[in-house]
């Protein structure tokens, strides 16, 4: 047993910092795993600034994913040297979490990664990319086809707008990305949109029914914006939502489900069951372009993390970073 470098929140109301963790006070579970890389996420950025109450035990080592080796393990699925992700689970919240050297977790929250997927490409898409996976998956399911029309991105420029795009892109569909940042257009459009719509459409209250413009969308924004999106859904189209950056309320009617059939999807990736979670990875690694994951990917050391974090809730962050641990 030693230490090892770790962001850490002491107690509550008290800023994170970087310094060292006891690998002694690592929590129960049976799989160690050897941290490589990590990500910022918007739950990062509260956790982090504390601009919510993301942690709720204490000391924690904030983080809710993370890619590395296997170092030792009493899990029957997992053994020394296999290379695996995790995704939430209450990782950063209440189990120790991604930004230090090692994690101890149970064996069940782990993913192997596909193959020919290095950790770092796992954090480049990291829960946002993996989350955004889900939702692709989630329209597919329902019915949802290239054929049907476009689909709306909302948080375009974010994570999860980001993979929604290359992957939609890759597998046919015409993808209308909604942004509040015109400069961010021709990134945009090398991810594979083929549209760009300015934010302000889409964020002021919405009518019960607007016209018909969008097959589908994957909304990681919430409140009005996802309240507009809906009114816009083609008759039998479908929504899945994942996030909640401008709010978790909805101030919407129910006219486009009532009237157009609409159907609103749910997508969680905390709690995700895991053979879900092993088809979205295994759809990752056949379904996102590794060439625009690594053109949206930046890379920071660990107490990069500290600047990252305000940044990420302003939504002036585009794409993915990965965050180097060990």
């Known amino acids: 047993m030693g230490k090892f470098k770790a962001i850490v929140v002491p107690e509550k109301g008290q800023p994170a910092a970087l310094g060292e963790f006891d690998e002694s006070s690592l929590m129960d579970g049976d799989v160690t795993v050897a941290v490589e890389y990590s ?11 504390g601009k919510a109450p993301v942690v709720r035990r204490f000391p924690m080592i904030p983080g809710i994913d993370f890619a590395g080796k296997v170092e030792s393990s009493s899990h029957p699925d997992f053994k020394a040297g296999d290379s695996v992700v995790l995704n939430g689970w209450g990782t950063g919240e209440t189990h120790l979490g991604a930004y230090g050297a090692k994690s101890r977790v149970k064996g069940d929250w782990l993913v192997k990664l596909p193959e ?7 954090m480049a898409v990291g829960t946002a990319g993996y989350t955004a996976m889900l939702c692709v998956i989630a329209l597919e399911k329902y019915g949802v086809k290239p054929a049907d029309g476009p689909i709306v991105v909302t948080g ?7 993979v929604a795009i290359a992957v939609l892109s890759k597998l046919g569909y015409q993808v209308a990305a909604s942004t509040g940042r015109a400069s961010e257009a021709d990134y945009l459009k090398s991810l594979g949109a ?40 083609k008759y039998g ?17 129910v006219a486009p ?16 069951p895991k053979p879900r979670r092993q088809e979205a990875w295994k759809r990752l690694a056949s379904d ?4 625009k994951l690594e053109a949206m990917t930046t890379e920071i050391p660990l107490e990069g993390v500290f ?16 965050v180097k641990i060990g």
């Open 39 to 49: 990500t910022v996420n918007y739950k990062d950025g509260l956790a982090i600034t």
């Open 116 to 122: 020919g997927m290095t950790s770092r490409e796992a």
């Open 156 to 162: 375009a420029a974010g994570g999860v707008g980001s």
């Open 194 to 233: 083929s549209e760009i719509i300015d934010r302000a459409e889409l964020s002021n209250p919405a009518k019960p029914l607007a016209k018909e413009r969008f097959a589908g969308g994957i909304d990681s924004v919430g409140s009005h914006t996802l309240a507009n999106v809906l009114s816009m859904t």
């Open 237 to 253: 189209g479908a929504v899945a939502a994942c996030g909640l950056a401008a709010g978790m309320d909805l101030p919407a009617s």
């Open 257 to 272: 489900f009532i009237l157009r059939g609409v159907s609103l999807l749910g997508v969680d990736s905390v709690m995700c």
């Open 288 to 291: 996102l372009d590794r060439k």
């Open 307 to 322: 600047e990252l974090a305000p940044k990420i809730l302003a939504g002036q962050v585009r794409g993915r970073t990965v």
